[in-house]
């Protein structure tokens, strides 16, 4: 791939003696979705933490959107102002929502664009208005997160992540934590992003959603990267026998 806006080469993340990631590599076009999947404790979690540097590696490189990074030995540990240029690129959904409860929708929205990078108010608050628009919650603006159910609340910090004007956008099991009913909801959000042509990498388990909106799929085991190409190819053409396995265990319901 020539020119990838955003590129792990060979991370590898230990937590003491348990070894996470054993050099793993991905590049992503801009433009591109790419979903990681794969059991609990595979690293996909890890690897994604990595990308923004809310992990940081002890060996590899990164590089995203003209930022670069190199970890290990000759290395040297990105400074806090190198810190905030590379996650002003890279916006990220987590579980969890993580909004601040005693702000307003609204609020929470239009906090990062004023105090990280110097919006007028106006002009965030405008834009957050189409950002909330986007994801179905214009109405809502000035209640709290108190008020809004747990889809809602996802789809709130997903607007606060593209309030950023990120280059790429990491989510991580962005369904994990809502009840059944509510997860269409923030899936129908995503799939409208990449329909928008939006960079993104997602961790998830809703297996049909990955196939459906994703350009390539990545198969994580044992903190490797097991198998990575065309979505329908990787789920319905599976090579690798444990990615064989997974996939009938989930179908079975049992992943």
Excluded: W
């Excluded at 348990?18 to 793993?24: A, F, N, Q, R």
């Excluded at 490189?61 to 540990?77: C, D, I, N, P, Y």
């Excluded at 405008?126 to 809502?140: I, P, T």
């Amino acid at each position: 791939m020539t020119n990838p806006i955003l590129r792990a080469d060979a991370i590898h993340k230990s937590f003491g003696a348990h070894h996470v990631l054993k050099g793993v590599t991905l590049s992503v076009a801009t433009g591109e979705v790419v979903t990681l999947i794969g059991s609990s404790g595979s690293g996909k979690s890890t690897f994604l933490r990595c990308m923004n540097l809310l992990e940081m590696p002890e060996q590899g490189e990164l590089r995203v959107s003209g930022h670069q990074f190199q970890f290990g030995k000759g290395g040297k540990s990105p400074r806090d102002k190198q810190l905030a240029a590379l996650r002003a690129e890279i916006g990220m959904v987590f579980q969890h929502f993580n909004l601040f409860p005693q702000k307003t929708v609204l609020q929470n929205i239009i906090e990062g664009p004023i105090q990280v990078q110097g919006e007028s108010p106006a002009q965030a608050k405008a834009y957050a208005m189409e950002l909330l628009n986007k994801v179905g919650l214009a109405e809502k603006a000035e209640q709290f997160p108190s008020r809004l159910s747990g889809g809602q609340k996802q789809r709130v910090a997903i607007a606060r992540s593209l309030a950023m004007r990120p280059a790429v956008m990491l989510f991580d099991e962005p369904t994990s934590a809502l009840d059944p009913e509510l997860v269409g909801e923030v899936l129908a959000v995503i799939k409208s992003l990449a329909a928008d042509g939006m960079t993104m990498v997602l961790v998830t388990h809703e297996m049909a959603f990955a196939e459906q909106v994703s350009d390539r799929i990545g198969y994580m085991r044992d903190g490797v990267m097991a198998e990575l190409g065309p979505a329908r190819e990787v789920m319905n053409q599976p090579k690798d026998p444990k990615l064989v396995s997974f996939l009938e265990r989930f179908h079975q319901g049992k992943v």
